[in-house]
């Protein structure tokens, strides 16, 4: 990476241009159009999919990509616990948005797959922000193809309900169950944390645990703790490829009020980060944060806490990829 490429890639400095100013972009970094991305040297892409087709009660995921840009202008460059420069380690930039349709789900759904086609030819690894749950189905299509995926899941809900009414089987309910079914996703070396919340019937659990997804309910992670938790995700993601995925409900909803989905007695946000902080080292492919509702937090709390989180993941991916590259950090 030459001098030139390593300022190009960089963030905008808070010293030269207010963090209230400018055209907001992810990190403040450089805006690359996915065409462009490959022959720019992008390695890391980070993405927003603005679009809750997939919601079945409280819209409004499809404005948490905007917010979250304005709110990534709070973070800076050095990760104060491990010392991490993403911009040093990797070359990164926001890619924009994927292509939707608001008011059609298939297509939205194919839309955003052939995008995250491109981003995966491109060579970039896609870090994702939502959305609503579904978008995460696309992603995993893409890059599952030929190699079903592992999976770490934060959420309060497994996502892996088949259908709703008995008839729609696209819901934000619904993309891990219709991801192990079209072989993307290993559910062997899948770990959902924080479940928890009231369920339709007794029933609603069997199918991912018959599957042989660890599933760590709230109480459990409670009994746990961090520590024990992240070696249990550890152990169940091995050493292959995998994929990390953080819906905001996941979340205690004093940390996230602003989502579609909120339950009580989740974990910490300072727990959360702590978790993304232990899957250092593991073999990361892509990742997301989903379910960002900024209508129903009008303080913009929500979206700094998925983008912080976004933050902590992006650490974690440019290391494997400066790995990869042979760069120091």
């Given at each position: 990476?030459?001098?030139?490429?390593?300022?190009?890639?960089?963030?905008?400095?808070?010293?030269?241009?207010?963090?209230?100013?400018?055209?907001?972009?992810?990190?403040?970094?450089?805006?690359?159009?996915?065409?462009?991305?490959?022959?720019?040297?992008?390695?890391?892409?980070?993405?927003?999919?603005?679009?809750?087709?997939?919601?079945?009660?409280?819209?409004?995921?499809?404005?948490?990509?905007?917010?979250?840009?304005?709110?990534?202008?709070?973070?800076?460059?050095?990760?104060?616990?491990?010392?991490?420069?993403?911009?040093?380690?990797?070359?990164?930039?926001?890619?924009?948005?994927?292509?939707?349709?608001?008011?059609?789900?298939?297509?939205?759904?194919?839309?955003?797959?052939?995008?995250?086609?491109?981003?995966?030819?491109?060579?970039?690894?896609?870090?994702?922000?939502?959305?609503?749950?579904?978008?995460?189905?696309?992603?995993?299509?893409?890059?599952?193809?030929?190699?079903?995926?592992?999976?770490?899941?934060?959420?309060?809900?497994?996502?892996?309900?088949?259908?709703?009414?008995?008839?729609?089987?696209?819901?934000?309910?619904?993309?891990?169950?219709?991801?192990?079914?079209?072989?993307?996703?290993?559910?062997?070396?899948?770990?959902?944390?924080?479940?928890?919340?009231?369920l339709y019937t007794p029933e609603d659990k069997d199918w991912g645990l018959a599957q042989g997804i660890r599933v760590i309910e709230i109480e459990e992670f409670q009994a746990l703790g961090v520590e024990k938790t992240v070696?249990?995700?550890?152990?169940?993601?091995?050493?292959?490829?995998?994929?990390?995925?953080?819906?905001?409900?996941?979340?205690?909803?004093?940390?996230?009020?602003?989502?579609?989905?909120?339950?009580?007695?989740?974990?910490?946000?300072?727990?959360?980060?702590?978790?993304?902080?232990?899957?250092?080292?593991?073999?990361?492919?892509?990742?997301?944060?989903?379910?960002?509702?900024?209508?129903?937090?009008?303080?913009?709390?929500?979206?700094?806490?998925?983008v912080t989180m976004m933050w902590e993941l992006l650490c974690l991916i440019a290391e494997r990829v400066g790995r990869q590259k042979g760069r120091a950090n």
């Open positions: 990476m030459n001098k030139a490429d390593k300022q190009r890639f960089l963030p905008v400095s808070g010293n030269v241009l207010p963090r209230f100013a400018g055209i907001p972009t992810f990190m403040r970094l450089p805006h690359v159009g996915i065409d462009e991305a490959k022959s720019a040297g992008v390695e890391i892409g980070i993405i927003g999919v603005p679009w809750d087709g997939g919601t079945t009660n409280r819209p409004g995921a499809r404005h948490g990509p905007r917010q979250m840009r304005d709110q990534s202008t709070l973070m800076r460059n050095v990760h104060h616990i491990s010392g991490l420069q993403p911009y040093r380690l990797a070359q990164c930039a926001d890619l924009g948005d994927t292509p939707v349709n608001p008011v059609d789900l298939a297509d939205s759904l194919a839309r955003i797959e052939a995008f995250f086609v491109k981003v995966h030819d491109a060579g970039v690894v896609p870090l994702s922000a939502g959305g609503d749950h579904l978008i995460t189905l696309p992603i995993l299509k893409v890059l599952g193809k030929g190699r079903p995926l592992g999976l770490v899941h934060f959420d309060a809900h497994t996502d892996t309900w088949d259908r709703y009414y008995g008839e729609y089987k696209y819901t934000h309910g619904t993309p891990f169950r219709r991801a192990i079914e079209e072989g993307v996703l290993d559910p062997k070396r899948t770990i959902q944390i924080g479940i928890r919340g009231s070696a249990e995700a550890r152990r169940v993601a091995g050493d292959g490829p995998i994929y990390v995925s953080f819906d905001v409900d996941g979340l205690d909803p004093v940390y996230a009020p602003g989502t579609g989905t909120p339950e009580i007695g989740g974990y910490t946000t300072l727990e959360a980060q702590q978790m993304i902080r232990g899957l250092r080292g593991l073999d990361i492919v892509g990742a997301d944060v989903v379910e960002v509702s900024p209508p129903f937090d009008p303080t913009g709390m929500t979206a700094l806490v998925g």
